[in-house]
Antibody
Framework: EVQLVESGGGLVQPGGSLRLSCAAS????????LSWVRQAPGKGLEWVAY????????HYADSVRGRFTISRDNAKNSLYLQMNTLRAEDTAVYYC??????????????????WGQGTLVTVST | DIRLTQSPSSLSASVGDRVTITCRAS??????LNWYQQKPGKAPKLLIF???NLQIGVPSRFSGSGSGTDFTLTITNLQPEDFATYHC?????????FGQGTKVDIK
């Protein structure tokens, strides 16, 4: 059974740092890209960062580029998000999600097929 | 960034109803549109990928259609467990973006 379990959330002051982890099981981690997606309280979903299976390709949302770093350790079946210079607007539940590449006649498609339960990050004084 | 606009933002329906949610993209995205269901306090769950493909294990009362800029999620014979928030997401161009969500509640 595929499982993604996030940890590391909590209360942090503005300007502070936090490192989120996502423990994966039930599949071969190196075969999949992974993303972090967040959801501010009462708001919609926002994609944050992406890392390919062997970490050769990484992408960030403009809102976090230069402050957040996504990484993975396939040997430890883990995904990470290092968050620095945190702001109040980073307050959200952070989900890790497994990316799938789907090939069809009409092209290549991407989607998130499994999500963790989320970990809450609160940036406040 | 590609903006996705869902309509309506919320709707009330009864068990057994047919429900239609639309998602409009600010530019053409081919068929790179996915739909997720989210219940309060829970993670999103994939329903439909690449506009019209039903994820394994998702009931056949869910269906998706559309291409280009206009997409639709249809739920036929609405069941009690379907009351939730539905999100569309485009995976055509980074950054991947989501619609604002459509909340389906009980009439």
């Amino acid at each position: 059974e595929v499982q993604l379990v996030e940890s590391g959330g909590g209360l942090v002051q503005p300007g502070g740092s936090l490192r989120l982890s996502c423990a994966a099981s039930g599949f071969t981690l190196s075969s999949y890209s992974l993303s972090w997606v967040r959801q501010a309280p009462g708001k919609g979903l926002e994609w944050v960062a992406y890392v390919s299976g062997t970490s050769t390709t990484i992408h960030y949302a403009d809102s976090v580029r230069g402050r957040f770093t996504i990484s993975r350790d396939n040997a430890k079946n883990s995904l990470y998000l290092q968050m620095n210079t945190l702001r109040a607007e980073d307050t959200a539940v952070y989900y890790c999600a497994r990316d799938v590449d789907y090939y069809e006649n009409s092209g290549l498609f991407y989607y998130f097929d499994y999500w963790g339960q989320g970990t809450l990050v609160t940036v406040s004084t | 960034d590609i903006r996705l606009t869902q309509s309506p933002s919320s709707l009330s329906a009864s068990v057994g109803d047919r429900v239609t949610i639309t998602c409009r993209a600010s530019q053409t995205i081919g068929s790179s549109l996915n739909w997720y269901q989210q219940k309060p306090g829970k993670a999103p769950k994939l329903l439909i990928f690449a506009a019209s493909n039903l994820q394994i294990g998702v009931p056949s009362r869910f269906s998706g259609s559309g291409s280009g800029t206009d997409f639709t999620l249809t739920i036929t014979n609405l069941q009690p467990e379907d009351f939730a928030t539905y999100h569309c997401q485009q995976s055509s161009t980074l950054p991947w973006t989501f619609g604002q969500g459509t909340k389906v509640d009980i009439k």
